[in-house]
């Protein structure tokens, strides 16, 4: 079993910055894939960007390509999104989520709320 904490969000504008962190806890944080997905008020959870347990490997949504980056350190079993150039569309609960073959964890979100 994997808990997972995510902390960071808030009330924030239109160009700031924001940097989400994602605590876990349970197992050998490395061998998890980590993720940070976003769902806005009346959609769809969507993926956001994903990370290796190396951290080598990144991937990002397309909308989000070149303002947010996801990072992890292992040593502290965090893995972090930092968000650049903050945009009204990015306002979500945005979870953290963890993955290894047949382990899917979730932590309970932390809202981001862009105002314009």
């Known amino acids: 079993q994997v808990q997972l904490e995510e902390s960071g969000g808030g009330l924030v504008q239109a160009g700031d910055s924001l940097r989400l962190s994602c605590a876990a806890s349970?197992?050998?944080?490395?061998?998890?894939?980590m993720g940070w997905f976003r769902q806005a008020p009346g959609k769809e959870r969507v993926f956001v960007a994903a990370?290796?347990?190396?951290?080598?490997?990144?991937q990002y949504a397309d909308s989000v390509q070149g303002r947010f980056t996801i990072s992890r350190d292992n040593a502290k079993n965090t893995v972090y999104l930092q968000m650049n150039s903050l945009k009204p569309e990015d306002t979500a609960v945005y979870y953290c989520?963890?993955?290894?073959?047949?382990?899917?964890?979730w932590g309970k979100g932390t809202l981001v709320t862009v105002s314009s």
């Open positions: 989520n963890a993955v290894q073959l047949d382990e899917d964890y």
């Open positions: 990370i290796s347990g190396s951290g080598l490997a990144t």
């Open positions: 349970g197992r050998t944080f490395r061998n998890y894939a």
